[in-house]
Structure formats: structure tokens, C-alpha cells
């Protein structure tokens, strides 16, 4: 049977028909998806867990066990999971244990563009990288009979275009593992005293060896000779971008990124003229290629930073820039920068922010783009839960100086994943920060997931839920308050108060996100409208940035009011969600419910 799946989905599937009992991951994209899809496939247990270096241990825990077990996250999340990892490829597995890596060129969506091939070289392990869903799914197969064949976890590595991409699959049937899952001890192999892991490393050495004789009979390593005055070395979409640019050049398709078959390299080196490595962000194949000794051209003509496409290829083989041209027939179409969403909890709590002047340690989440101008209120943002620790920082630097200048946000989920620990350390050593929680009631920024404060678990069954406001005081901050963000009046109140407090403070912002799944809703909530006649032109609203909010200028206003003043706002109905925060900034009593019966 054929069929069209995404490269995440081929993942979950190719776990699926390999046996998989435990699945795990913390939502991140270009990842996500692959949990997603796992959670509807009957007889495997999936979970979205804390963080990713919980989601690692528990199913590297599965995977000792005898189960077989995957891990999926996104780049940025195998640091904060490679504590567990580098340890995992000392002790090894009894069952199948693989993990997704889902990089992301060109930063769609993260912080940083880091290549994590360089973890798999890092922590000794084996990476193999697809080139479309067909090969996600038979990798993933592989991946986990080649980790209980060399006892050792298996990195799979996607980027954005194979984790969102799709393309034909052929299905097969699950299979059980070949291991039988129940408790078998193990210490001088699981437990990594010094004394143990001493003995442990010459294996992971000499595993490393069988890997690398292995990588020269892999299917997935394979020369694709034509004309040979061409040769070029790629993997995964890389590949699919190079062979569309020169369908007639010859190519070594690389499947499993480490160990490289450096003999096949060698032999594909001697059969080509002139021999190119083509691949995203660092030069890993490149550096490894010149280190045998080989010639070959890579980062001199291919950029370093951001994701390739066929007309990389070409540039830097022939020097063609293929620049898109303009069509002057095509109307202009302004810029479309992303914002909040019309009716967002954040947006109103960012304003007042912006209204104090105060420093706002940042985190990720919606929230972060709260950044981009008229809100303007985010300084900084480096990586999920720092947040805490940077205004903890800039009040331990500062003193007094800080008190009332300088609070820290951080998303609900984001504070589950590795805000807590900042929390702990804000009490602890007597830091006088105000924490707020914004919490949403979901992991919004990813496509509205569970975690541990929604109450409900990844299969949809009821679970316990966290209470911020108990767990703030249990970890000692003694001064915690609750506010509705769409109440400016007792927001702002709140928020002045709890910034010049000399002491840790949290403010637990709690509305359900516009988009929140599981809010029951016993009618729509009834848009606004601006009457004209009484706008006075002042932009108070648009100070919101909420898409609902239009301006008009001068030019187009009609009736009575036209030429009077230099323009005024409009509320588009089909966007407003009836927050009511732009009414309570409205001076002049212009924006108003619309008559439903009208």
C-alpha cells in the first residue's frame, strides 16, 4: 500500500512498523508532528514530557528495558538531552533506542541554526539522514535494528524541509522486536561509577570501528556514477537540491552522515574529475573529506549560514546567481511580519510593560514576539527557561538599581521545561525579581500541545494538572498573585506593585489562548466596531498591534467627519475576537459592541 506521507509522519511510521513501545518527546518544530502521529497508533505508549532531556531518560529507560524506544526534538532540544545521551553511548541499550535530531536551516523557527551532525562525531554515536519520506520511514526501521546490532543509541537527523515535505511511502507490516522486554540487571554495564565507564569506553571505541566497516556496505552510501567531470558528495535534502540542479553529474549519496565510508569516499575521489561536497550549515562532510587527504571544494563556494535550495547548487558550481526577478505587473504587497493573534492573552500584559520602561527578560514562546514594534517589550531571549536566571543576573549585578526595572516572562509550558530550577534558585538566594507566568493553558507556539499544567496527557486522558501558584510558594516565593490580562486597570496595578517589591515575586497571567482547544464556549464573543463620529484620531489603540485594529488615513475617510482630523481606526470583524482590551484604552469612548441583531 502507497501513500503520501510528510517526513515526520514517516518517522512515526517507521517506528510503528519497527515495533516501537515507548515514544517520546517535548514539542518543538520543525518536530513535532512525530509524536503526533505515533499517539494515534494503538499499542504504543507516547507522552509529551517536561523537556527533552526527560523525554531522553525515560526512553532510554524503556530501551534498557528491552523495549524499543524513540526519542524525537527538535536541534535546540538535544542540548538540553545531551547530558543523558553522551552516557547513553557509553552504556549502550538491551532494546532499540533511537533518536530524532530535527535541524532547521535558515532558523523557521528556533534560535540558532546549529548542526547537530556534529553531536553524533561528539557523542560517538551513529546519525543516518534521510533524503525523502520513503527513506524516513526505512532509516528509522534501520536505525533501530543497527542500535540493538552495535548496542548503542542511533541519531536520525531531518531538517525542515524533510520533516515538512511530502512524498510517496510504501507501508508494511509492524513487527515485534527481536528482544524480549523485562527487567534484566545489569549494573557493571548501566551504572557509570568511574571505575564502570573506564571499561565502558574502549567499547564505545571499538564499536565506533564496526560502524565505520559497516557505513561501506550500507545501501544508503551509494555512488551514482554519470558524466565524472562532476562528482558531488551530499545527504538528505541536499541531495535532492543537487540532483535536480545536475541530474547528469555524479554523485555519493550519503545516507548515513557518520561514520563516513571513507574508503567509498576515496574510491568515488578517484573517479571524478573535479569533486564538490555539497551540505548545509558547517562544513562536517568537508572537513572530514580533506582530512584523508582529498581535494575538494565546499565552504569556498557554498555559504555557510542558511538552508540551500537547486539555485545554491548552481551558484557555486557555475557561478550563476539566479536572483529572482521582479514582475512589475504584480501589485505591491507590503510586508507581513508575524505578530500575536487577535484576542492573545499576551498582548495587553506586553503593553503594560511597555507603558513602565522596564527591562523585560525574555523567553520562547508567542510571547517572543512581543519583540517586534509597536509592543516592543522583549530584551532579550536566548533559550527555554532563561528568562529567570537573566533577571536573577541583572538584579544580583545591579542591586538597587534593578528594583522596579526589571521583570522576567516566561510561557507555561516553557516554565515546566526549565523554568523551575530558575525559580528555585530566584528563592533560594534572595533574588528580588518579579517571575510572570503566562500561562495560556496549552504549548501554543508549537500548534496548542499538553503538558504537565493542562490536566491532560498526549492520548487525551485526564491527568493531575500544576498548580503554579502552590508550586511558586512550595519552592519559597512567598508573594504570588493571579491576574486576568485582559483587566488592564488591576493588571497594571498589579504589576507596579509586584515590580517594586524588594523581594521575589510571581504573577501568574492566566488566560486560556484565542486559539485554546478545550475552552467551552456557550456563544462567540461579539465584536467591536469604532463609530466614527467619535474617534478623535488619536492611535491609542493601534499602540496594540492587535491585526483586528486598521488604520485609516485621511485620504479615505468619508462623511461628515472627512478632512476633520488626520485618521482614524477601524476594527475588521472578521478578525476581532471581543477581547475588550482596545476598549478600555479608547479615550473617547469610540470603539463599541456591535449590535448583534443589526
Not at 582530512?291 to 557561478?319: H, M, N, T, W, Y
Not at 504549548?443 to 499538553?450: I, L, N, P, S, Y
Not at 461579539?526 to 483586528?548: D, H, M, Q, T
Request: net charge positive.
Amino acid at each position: 500500500m502507497k501513500v503520501i506521507l510528510s517526513g515526520n509522519e514517516a518517522i512515526a511510521r517507521g517506528a510503528y512498523e519497527a515495533g516501537v513501545s515507548v515514544a517520546t518527546a517535548y514539542p518543538g518544530t520543525p518536530s513535532t508532528e512525530i509524536l503526533e502521529t505515533i499517539a494515534r497508533y494503538e499499542g504504543v505508549y507516547a507522552e509529551w514530557s517536561p523537556n527533552e532531556k526527560v523525554a531522553l531518560e525515560v526512553a532510554t529507560g524503556a530501551a534498557i528495558g528491552g523495549g524499543r524506544a524513540l526519542a524525537a526534538m527538535k536541534h535546540v532540544g538535544v542540548n538540553v538531552a545531551a547530558d543523558p545521551l553522551f552516557t547513553a553511548s557509553y552504556t549502550g541499550i538491551r532494546g532499540g533506542l533511537v533518536v530524532v535530531t530535527a535541524d532547521d536551516p535558515e532558523m523557521h523557527s528556533s534560535q540558532n541554526e546549529q548542526d547537530n551532525r556534529n553531536y553524533a562525531k561528539f557523542a560517538k554515536v551513529p546519525m543516518l539522514e534521510p533524503a525523502d519520506s520513503q527513506e524516513a520511514k526505512e532509516f528509522t526501521r534501520l536505525a533501530f535494528d543497527l542500535s540493538e546490532r552495535f548496542d548503542t543509541p542511533v541519531f536520525i537527523r531531518t531538517t525542515t524541509r524533510i520533516s515538512h515535505s511530502k512524498s510517496v511511502v510504501e507501508l508494511s507490516e509492524p513487527q515485534k522486536g527481536p528482544i524480549q522486554p523485562g527487567i534484566t540487571k545489569q549494573p557493571e554495564k548501566f551504572v557509570m561509577l568511574p571505575a564502570n565507564a573506564r571499561r565502558r569506553h574502549p567499547v564505545v571505541e571499538n564499536r565506533l570501528q564496526e560502524l565505520e566497516a559497516f557505513a561501506e556496505e550500507f545501501p544508503g552510501n551509494r555512488i551514482e556514477l554519470d558524466d565524472t567531470s562532476v562528482g558531488i558528495i551530499a545527504s538528505g535534502t541536499c541531495y535532492q537540491y543537487a540532483k535536480e540542479a545536475f541530474p547528469r553529474y555524479s554523485f555519493l549519496k550519503l545516507g548515513m552522515v557518520y561514520p563516513l565510508p571513507r574508503k567509498k569516499i576515496k574510491e568515488f575521489a578517484g573517479q571524478v574529475k573535479k569533486l564538490y561536497v555539497f551540505e548545509e550549515l558547517d562544513p562536517f562532510f568537508e572537513e572530514q573529506i580533506k582530512a584523508l587527504g582529498i581535494d575538494v571544494i565546499g565552504k569556498d563556494v557554498f555559504p555557510v549560514c542558511g538552508e540551500f535550495d537547486p539555485g545554491s547548487a548552481r551558484q557555486g558550481i557555475c557561478g550563476v546567481s539566479e536572483a529572482p526577478q521582479k514582475d512589475a505587473t504584480l501589485p505591491y504587497l507590503p510586508p507581513r511580519p508575524p505578530t500575536m493573534c487577535p484576542g492573545c492573552p499576551h498582548r495587553s500584559l506586553f503593553y503594560a510593560l511597555n507603558r513602565m520602561k522596564v527591562f523585560v527578560a525574555g523567553d520562547i514562546g508567542c510571547y517572543t514576539l512581543a519583540f517586534l514594534p509597536p509592543l516592543s517589550a522583549i530584551d532579550t531571549c536566548i533559550c527555554m527557561g532563561a528568562s529567570i536566571g537573566h533577571a536573577m543576573g541583572l538584579d544580583k549585578a545591579l542591586g538597587k538599581e534593578a528594583l522596579g526595572k526589571v521583570v522576567a516572562v516566561i510561557g507555561d509550558s516553557t516554565f515546566l521545561h526549565s523554568g523551575i530550577t530558575g525559580l528555585l534558585d530566584v528563592a533560594y538566594n534572595r533574588g528580588a525579581c518579579t517571575i510572570i507566568i503566562l500561562d495560556n493553558w496549552t504549548t501554543a507556539m508549537t500548534g496548542r500541545q499538553d503538558h504537565p499544567g493542562t490536566g491532560m496527557t498526549l492520548k487525551g486522558t485526564p491527568t493531575s494538572k500544576v498548580d503554579y501558584a502552590k508550586l511558586a510558594k512550595a519552592l519559597g516565593i512567598k508573594h504570588v498573585k493571579k491576574v486576568n490580562p485582559f483587566d488592564l486597570k488591576t493588571l497594571n496595578r498589579v504589576l507596579r506593585r509586584e515590580v517594586n517589591r524588594p523581594e521575589p515575586s510571581v504573577v501568574i497571567s492566566d488566560a486560556p489562548c484565542v486559539l485554546y482547544r478545550r475552552v467551552e464556549k456557550s456563544g462567540s464573543r461579539p465584536a467591536f466596531y469604532v463609530e466614527s463620529s467619535a474617534c478623535i484620531g488619536c492611535r491609542a489603540c493601534l499602540r496594540l498591534g492587535c491585526p483586528a485594529i486598521e488604520w485609516i488615513p485621511d485620504s479615505r475617510q468619508q462623511g461628515a467627519t472627512a478632512g476633520k482630523k488626520k485618521g482614524e481606526a477601524s476594527i475588521n470583524p472578521v478578525l476581532c475576537a471581543g477581547c475588550e482590551v482596545c476598549v478600555q484604552l479608547c479615550k473617547s469612548g469610540a470603539i463599541r459592541k456591535k449590535d448583534v441583531n443589526n
